[in-house]
């Protein structure tokens, strides 16, 4: 037997000469960023970004402290209390390589549903510059069809009323701002790191239509104080397995209740616009932009929505992985077809950066055999993702007379799968998805109209009084369910 070593900072030093280990002091660094939603992304990313610059430049004022509002976030807090908040990070190359390495930037974690005064007073200290926020795409509380805040919000009726009771980011962040007002604390920059077209905005405007019902002279004071930079964010981040957490024991003799896996790839461009200071990223790779839309505005449209493309696909057909989607020289076809056709047509000019190369390099990344990204993860909140990747799409290509078909049979495809919710194999397809009995209720009634799924007018809008689309819609939906197989309509739709 091993002598197997549980990961926390006691520890490190008997670590050091069995995987890499921060090689910098972690008690004097400040904690100046306050981050809401530490899944695997933040800790691949921005965690990762933040424990380079104290390995290379000792940035002392920039510790990460992680904070979890939902139950769902006890996990991570009770493991990172046991690890002191460490984690390892395992970076896997396409090629089989594999670089291990422990992440020391997050300093410590606060859980909003037992000690929602500690997060408030953590975010108002005067050494918090920055409240970052991956909280996906669904936890911005907006109605995707309208992209207007969503009052309905139980939570956010609670708040309203209870400003001292805060439970979703919005009661935090204002309850928070509202404090270091008062004690005339310069404002943090509320910094969002999800995968949304002009983040930055729409976390502003969220943030301020909160804050207008709840506290108009608030608002007036975030307003003039709080900036709201957009970025783009990139590295792709599968789901831990229990395989993963293995491979440390067995490899290094590490015990590690949660370590996160990624690729090796990663990009950030952020706007440079920060209410209280910042970290200097670029020193390890962060570009700094003027404006940060059209980089946005590229990954979503082919790597998001290219994912979310070959994903649901690939769940009715039963491919497990996106690896295994790419392994199949029709998915391939489909993607770059989609990319190329439909998607790359409504994007903006990218300053420097040469949009075939950038197709190839996602066809590479999406390849890599070691990643095993699961097709239920890319699939999981489709209801929030798709608005944004692809039906976004869809509207600019009706505007201009574009392509909508490829598109088009992936919304087909995503009401097969909530009607059928088995694959072609006859397996149970997982499905994640905080909209899941809505989608299934109206894709069960296609037999009976058509129309019926993108007739949800939260998700599409009046998409289905669109008559190009809602003809192609019908006639790809008679074809997919008169034949069950779904490679056979992508062939026949490629080589139309
Ligand atoms: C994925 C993203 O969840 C999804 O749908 O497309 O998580 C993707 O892997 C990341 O945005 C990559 O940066």
């Not at 805040?149 to 708040?159: G, L, R």
């Not at 935090?172 to 930055?200: Q, V, W, Y």
């Not at 295994?324 to 790359?344: G, N």
Request: hydrophobic share 35%.
């Amino acid at each position: 037997m091993k002598n197997y070593i549980p990961l926390n900072q006691n520890n490190l030093s008997k670590l050091k000469n069995r995987l890499k280990v921060p090689t910098y002091e972690r008690s004097p660094i400040k904690i100046g960023v306050v981050h809401i939603g530490v899944g695997g992304f933040h800790r691949a990313h921005q965690a990762y970004y933040l424990h380079q610059l104290h390995e290379q430049f000792g940035a002392t004022d920039w510790g990460i402290c992680g904070i979890g509002l939902r139950e769902a976030d006890r996990k991570i807090y009770t493991i990172f209390k046991k690890q002191d908040s460490l984690y390892s990070l395992i970076i896997k190359h396409p090629n089989g390589e594999i670089n291990s390495e422990v992440i020391g930037s997050i300093l410590d974690f606060d859980f909003g549903v037992d000690a929602p005064e500690a997060v408030v007073n953590r975010m108002a200290h005067v050494d918090t510059k920055i409240v970052s926020l991956t909280i996906t795409e669904g936890g911005y509380n907006f109605n995707p069809s309208t992209g207007e805040f969503d009052f309905e919000n139980k939570d956010i009726q609670h708040e309203l009323k209870n400003p001292n009771e805060p439970i979703t980011v919005y009661g935090f962040l204002t309850a928070a701002l509202r404090k270091r007002r008062d004690e005339n604390l310069p404002a943090f920059t509320i910094m969002s790191c999800d995968n949304i077209e002009h983040n930055g905005d729409v976390a502003r405007k969220m943030v301020l239509a909160f804050a207008r019902r709840q506290d108009p002279e608030l608002a007036e004071w975030i307003t003039q104080e709080v900036s709201f930079p957009n970025s783009m964010v990139d590295r792709i981040t599968p789901v831990t397995t229990p395989e993963d957490i293995a491979y440390l024991v067995d490899t290094y003799a590490v015990q590690d209740e949660w370590p996160v896996t990624c690729e090796p790839f990663i990009q950030w461009v952020v706007e440079d616009n920060f209410s209280n200071g910042r970290p200097e990223l670029e020193k390890v790779g962060v570009q700094f932009v003027p404006d940060v839309k059209p980089y946005e505005k590229m990954k979503l449209r082919l790597l998001n929505a290219g994912h979310s493309v070959i994903g649901i696909l690939g769940a009715i057909h039963g491919h497990n992985t996106i690896n295994a989607c790419m392994e199949d020289p029709l998915f391939v076809t489909y993607l770059r077809a989609f990319m190329d056709t439909e998607a790359s047509p409504v994007l903006d000019e990218v300053k420097g950066i040469n949009l075939e190369s950038y197709k190839d390099s996602l066809e590479e990344r999406f390849a890599n055999p070691n990643i095993k990204d699961s097709v239920a993860r890319i699939c999981s909140e489709s209801s929030a993702k798709l608005p944004k990747f692809l039906i976004a799409t869809i509207h600019e290509n009706l505007e201009s007379g574009g392509n909508i078909k490829l598109a088009t049979l992936i919304i087909v495809a995503w009401c097969y799968y909530h009607d059928k919710t088995i694959d072609e194999k006859g397996r149970p397809i997982e499905i994640i998805d905080a909209q899941t009995s809505e989608l299934h209720k109206a894709a069960k009634l296609t037999n009976q109209d058509p129309l019926a799924f993108i007739k949800q007018e939260s998700l599409f809008g009046n998409l289905a009084q669109n008559e190009r689309f809602a003809s192609t819609y019908s006639s790809l939906v008679k074809n997919v369910y008169k034949t069950n197989n779904i490679k056979k309509i992508m062939e026949q739709l490629l080589t139309e």
